[in-house]
């Protein structure tokens, strides 16, 4: 009898769990889709702070050169003036014929070293990716800034000269100041979990990027404000 009741009680415990994963899957993927309608919106208001703001004025016409762009609303800093920092952020690859942006895949960038002139403890951060190299190194496996990928700060003002053969430029302001910001050594990663929740389904960068499986209308205002900014 005690034997029989334990394992009426092995089998209530088994059936309840497996209860819970299938009730927390949806919870979790509803989850990681407004997490990544969020981080888009977000990106949005950051593109048209950057095209907005003249102290970025070079950005617009790298814009219209580069093979994709990267978008991170938020960049935190861990540390006082060094230390490890991230955030979270969307890439899109602009279609050279028509100018237009496809729709996004997601990333996070970690380890980040913040220089002296930072000053705040977060930042917004646009990257260009210049070459197709670059490109490909994010589609297909981490990437490490300054090491696969060379990399140059986007210039103050309007001058770009400087940066056009860098692999990618980047730019970060932080309470509307120009800052500067050290990336050597973060590295950009896959957000598989906000890909799939965004998605429905599981996707990789190339399924999103360039065989163009997926769409989200969420992305709509993201797209037409870099194809705005990008003139």
């Known amino acids: 009898m005690k034997m029989n009741k334990n394992r009426r009680a092995f089998a209530t415990a088994c059936a309840a769990a497996t209860l819970s994963l299938f009730l927390g899957a949806p919870a979790a993927a ?7 309608q969020v981080l888009v919106d977000k990106a949005r208001a950051t593109v048209k702070a950057f095209a907005g703001d003249k102290d970025y004025a070079s950005m617009p016409g790298l814009l219209t050169k580069a093979k994709a762009v990267i978008v991170f609303p938020q960049v935190l800093k861990a540390g006082f003036v060094l ?6 952020g969307v ?3 602009r279609d050279e014929k028509t100018g237009e942006f496809g729709q996004p895949a997601f990333y996070t960038m970690g380890s980040v070293s913040f220089g002296l002139q930072a000053g705040g403890s977060a930042a917004e951060v646009i990257m260009l990716v210049n070459t197709q190299k670059a490109l490909d190194s994010m589609l297909t496996a981490k990437l490490k800034l300054g090491g696969e990928a060379s990399l ?6 309007g001058t770009a000269t400087s940066t056009v053969n860098a692999d990618i430029v980047s730019y970060a302001r932080a309470k509307g100041a120009f800052i500067g910001m050290s990336f050597d050594g973060a590295v950009l990663d896959v957000r598989d979990s906000l890909n799939q929740g965004y998605y429905g389904k599981a996707v990789s960068p190339v399924d999103i990027l360039v065989k163009k499986e997926v769409s989200n209308k969420g992305s709509d205002a993201l797209r037409a404000a870099l194809k705005q900014a990008a003139k």
């Open 83 to 88: 230390g490890g920092s991230g955030g979270s």
């Open 91 to 93: 890439l899109l690859v």
């Open 30 to 36: 509803a989850s990681d889709a407004a997490e990544a």
């Open 152 to 157: 140059a700060a986007g210039p103050k003002g």
